[in-house]
């Protein structure tokens, strides 16, 4: 017995293909080790909230959003690729284990007179029937199977992560646009002051060119500045017109284009962003999009094992039962009962170049992909860093302007003061509030590029989102 069980051994042993040695490229980065500078302070701490765009407290905003989130065609998108992959997985399992089909066959035919069928079947028309049930299961004692449902769920969670990506990435885009939309009006606003102190100043010029007192130069020039501010209004109404366009986009064309067109405009919100102390630990389940490229590398390593696994015999059973006639009167008889078992085994002896070379190929697609996860990683941290300064250096900008606009502001209100006095002219007075106007408007495009840059850490930081525990356990 000893010596039918270490023969059967060697047999299974001697079907075995030769595993061509592993020597990976690349090696996986620790997420955990992400830092960053500790010269990076902001006002606040932590990470985003599922629902981030919610604490601007804007119900204009949150209707756009959750809009965007039902009708956009880029996760329509995101959700047939999520669905796609199910269908994958479906196909794994199918494969996998037992193996149950039924089938039925009538042939009718005319026998020859000098073949298998002896008189008076011989030279005759007969129908054989046959309805059978066939089973058959693979013991895949070698994991193959296994390896590949597992890369398929793999697959499955890396496009469910690329859905959440793709959700995060629509929400900051519809909430900057949104807000780039809100700074042209109100820019619009205080170029229109603008432009009536302007037109002040050239009527003021007009009527001491009538006077004598200026030269007609002077009003010339007054005119030429109205007509800059109205080229300025122009293009602000332009770029609020497309800003308009885009958000019906994002929302989906066939969205409710009334609430789009009726959008009314209100004062930019302040900022509140932040960075959290805990980023690399928490970095991989926060960004969706590092989940998928983890996904992904999870699934190639796991494409290898299978491919490992074909080196090996591979080892089967089928059988089959039934009812097999040549009569239809017949063919549910008794005696017309058949059935069989095929145990099977077939050895890969011959076929190690190919097998080969398949893995080797996703061994390389492998460390691409590893490759690809790691400078994903190194591009995440990168992005928090850059977004983290950029509102960083956006706020220190806006302390400093607005203490520009504090004196401009003090002088000003000193020329109103003089002209009260009758010490000065009201031209004193327009010219002195036009660098208070052009302060306001500088001010508010910091302001909304201090947005941009929060929405842009937000989205750093993953938007809100968070892998399920059991899917980051899985991951690391």
């Avoid at 490229?25 to 006002?43: F, G, P, Y």
């Avoid at 509102?391 to 302007?401: P, V």
């Amino acid at each position: 017995m000893k010596q039918k069980l270490a023969f059967g051994i060697l047999v299974l042993l001697a079907g075995c293909a030769s595993i061509p040695d592993d020597h990976p490229t690349v090696q996986m980065r620790d997420a955990a080790a992400a830092q960053l500078s500790t010269q990076l302070k902001l006002a606040q701490e932590g990470w985003p909230a599922a629902r981030w765009w919610t604490r601007y407290h804007d119900d204009q905003l949150n209707a756009l959003v959750d809009a965007a989130l039902k009708g956009s065609p880029s996760l329509a998108v995101a959700q047939s690729r999520v669905a796609l992959a199910q269908t994958t997985v479906s196909q794994a399992r199918a494969a996998d284990g037992l193996n149950v089909d039924a089938s039925i066959r009538a042939t009718r035919e005319l026998t020859s007179k000098y073949g298998i069928y002896p008189p008076p079947l011989a030279g005759n028309w007969i129908t054989d029937t046959e309805p059978m049930i066939n089973a058959s299961y693979d013991f895949d004692w070698w994991g193959k199977h296994k390896a590949e449902i597992a890369s398929a769920l793999g697959e499955t969670a890396a496009a469910q992560a690329d859905y959440a990506a793709a959700e995060q990435q629509l929400t900051a885009a519809v909430a900057q646009a949104y807000f780039d939309w809100q700074a042209d009006q109100a820019r619009i606003q205080i170029v229109e002051q603008q432009r009536d102190v302007q037109d002040h100043l050239h009527q003021i010029a007009a009527r001491r060119v009538q006077s004598g007192l200026d030269t007609d130069a002077v009003q010339r020039s007054a005119r030429g500045d109205v007509a800059n501010q109205d080229s300025v209004i122009a293009q602000l109404r332009t770029s609020e017109r497309k800003d308009r366009e885009a958000l019906r986009a994002l929302v989906g064309a066939t969205g409710d284009v009334a609430s789009i067109d009726q959008l009314k405009a209100v004062p930019l919100p302040t900022t509140a962003g932040g960075v959290p102390t805990d980023l690399g630990l928490n970095l991989l389940s926060r960004r969706p999009d590092l989940q998928a490229a983890r996904w992904r590398v999870e699934a190639s390593v796991k494409r290898t094992d299978a491919d490992k696994a074909a080196f090996y015999p591979d080892i089967n059973i089928s059988a089959f039962i039934g009812f097999s006639s040549i009569s239809l009167d017949d063919f549910l008889k008794r005696g017309t009962r058949t059935m069989g078992i095929t145990p099977g085994i077939s050895f890969p002896i011959f076929d190690n170049g190919r097998l080969s070379a398949g893995l080797q190929g996703d061994r390389a697609q492998r460390d691409v992909i590893i490759a690809q996860y790691n400078q994903a990683l190194v591009n995440a941290v990168q992005d928090v860093a850059n977004q983290g300064i950029a509102l960083q250096g956006l706020s220190d900008q806006e302390k400093a302007m607005t203490a520009y606009l504090r004196a401009t502001e003090a002088v000003r209100d000193n020329q109103q003061r003089r002209m009260q006095n009758g010490l000065t002219d009201q031209g004193s007075v327009l010219r002195a509030q036009l660098p208070v106007l052009l302060i306001q408007e500088q001010l508010l495009i910091l302001k909304n590029r201090q947005l941009a840059a929060e929405i842009g850490l937000t989205h750093a930081l993953g938007g809100g989102y968070e892998a399920p525990a059991d899917t980051v356990a899985q991951a690391k």
